[in-house]
């Protein structure tokens, strides 16, 4: 490992080296992604192309979030490769739930025109009883499963205004990880959702002619927080 940021930071000023590796730190080990204003890095294009090499060497790459943040993910062939070699991050159980959560606090509300773009920032949780109601899992295993994908980063805690009047527990939204998707694992993404959400639909029949071969969700393992092409177009 050390070899590769050895050689990725080789012909950098000690000064440019220590704002690589400081915006490193902090896309790499942050919860939430950074604003560009806190670092160098980020908001200079020359030293933030430095700050690309050094994270496509270890597989990884920005992800631009919004227009002033920045986090990052694996990048786009690695997250192919995973999905081909069968690594998964997440139990059948966890994925199954957290797909459930996207459904109900982005899916249907972006299809109701409340929530817009690709963003998975939403105003509209879900709560345990409602994920009870349209699910087959066994009841026993929400609970324990969305603990798990809090502890991951892939949901959150909903704040209490945030909350319908009428939910007794806590209610859930996407977490920040999720952020770690890049254009193009968005993408896939929302086309599942679409696929599990409303199969019989005219998008969902237009989304599968596009598609060669059923492809995975990025979830597994993009959206890893321990841790989807580059977006070098972004990154300029």
Known sequence: MSAVFDSALAELNERHR?????AFAALEHGREP?????LLALRDATVRRDLQRLLYRLGRT????GSTHWTSGFRDDVVARLAAEGATAQSRID????????VHSVAIPRSQGLVSG????S???TSVDELTRYTQLPRGEIRPALQRLRAAGLVQIAPPRGRSAVTDGPAYLPGPALHRLTKAARERLEHELILAAAPDSPLAAAIRARRPAAAPAPVAAAADPATSTTERNEDT
Do not use: M, N
Request: proline share 7%; no cysteine.
């Open 95 to 102: 994925r199954a739930v957290l797909v459930l959560v996207l």
């Open 34 to 38: 950074v604003p560009e204003a806190q």
């Open 118 to 121: 690709d963003s998975w920032t």
């Open 123 to 125: 105003a509209h949780p």
């Open 62 to 65: 920005l992800v631009r979030v």
């Open 18 to 22: 220590d704002e690589v590796l400081a």
